[in-house]
C-alpha cells in the first residue's frame, strides 16, 4: 500500500514566533516531528508542506521531500485541514491512506504513527483521530451565565461514568483519499484511536505549552 504523511508548517504563528523552526532542545521544532515520522515502516512517502523557505530548506536537509503551500493557505485563519485537501489534489490516485502529523506536537510517542495507521487499516472508517477520554464536565458561555454542555450525562464515579472525548487533531490522523479531498475531515465516517491524555498530548500553542514539553523532552 501506499502510506503518505504530510507534515504541515507554516512560517508564520500567532502566539509563539516561528515556532516550528524556532530552536528546540537545540534543533528546530520540527525536527521532533520528522524523526518520529521516519521510525514509522509503514509510511511510504514523508512530505513536508510548507510557505517558508527556510522550514524547507531544513526539510530537504533531512532528506524529506517538500511541496509548496498557496499563499491563501498559509494564514493564521485558515483551518490546516485545506492545507491536506490541497495536497492530495497534487497527489497521483495511488496513495491509499494520506497521515497528517503536525509539528506541534513535539512528545509524540515513538510507535504511534504506526499504531494509528494499523488501527486504520483494520478499520472500516473513513478517518482516524487520536483522542482521549474526557470526564469532566463541559461549559459553554452564554449571554447571562453558562451552560453545561451533554446535560445527558449524569454525574457519577468516574468507573461508572460515560465520558467524552477529546480530539488532538495534528497528534496522527488517518484519512481515506475521499476525506482528505473532502476539505472537511469532521464530515465524514470518523473513528478515534484510544489514547490517555497525557504529555505527549500537549498541542504547542503558546510559550508556555512550548516552554513545558522543552523541559520535558529535556529531562527525557
Avoid at 524523526?35 to 512517502?45: E, K, M
Avoid at 473513513?126 to 454542555?149: H, N, Q
Wanted: charged letters at 25%; proline letters at 5%.
Amino acid at each position: 500500500m501506499k502510506i503518505v504523511a504530510l507534515i504541515p508548517a507554516r512560517g508564520g504563528s500567532q502566539e509563539v514566533k516561528r515556532k516550528n523552526i524556532r530552536l528546540f532542545n537545540g534543533k528546530p521544532l520540527i525536527d521532533k516531528t520528522i524523526s518520529s515520522a521516519r521510525t514509522s515502516v509503514l509510511l511510504s512517502d514523508i512530505y513536508v508542506s510548507t510557505d517558508d523557505s527556510e522550514i524547507a530548506g531544513y526539510a530537504q536537509y533531512k532528506g524529506l521531500q517538500t511541496v509548496g503551500r498557496p499563499a491563501k493557505l498559509a494564514k493564521g485563519e485558515t483551518p490546516v485541514w485545506k492545507t491536506l485537501e490541497w495536497f492530495a489534489s497534487q497527489c497521483d490516485d495511488g496513495v491509499d491512506l494520506f497521515v497528517e502529523i503536525h509539528p506541534t506536537y513535539p512528545l509524540r510517542p515513538v510507535g504511534l504513527i504506526d499504531k494509528v495507521i494499523a488501527y486504520a487499516l483494520e478499520s472500516e472508517k473513513d478517518g482516524i483521530i487520536v483522542a482521549s477520554p474526557m470526564f469532566d464536565k463541559i461549559w459553554r458561555k452564554r449571554e447571562g451565565g453558562y451552560e453545561r454542555l451533554a446535560q445527558d450525562i449524569q454525574p457519577n464515579q468516574r468507573e461508572f461514568q460515560e465520558h467524552l472525548w477529546r480530539t488532538h487533531y495534528g497528534l496522527c490522523n488517518v484519512f481515506r483519499p475521499n476525506v482528505a479531498l473532502s476539505g472537511n475531515p469532521w464530515d465524514c465516517n470518523l473513528d478515534f484511536f484510544p489514547f490517555e491524555e497525557s504529555e505527549a498530548t500537549i498541542d504547542l500553542q503558546s510559550q508556555a505549552h512550548f516552554d513545558l514539553t522543552e523541559l520535558i523532552d529535556g529531562a527525557r
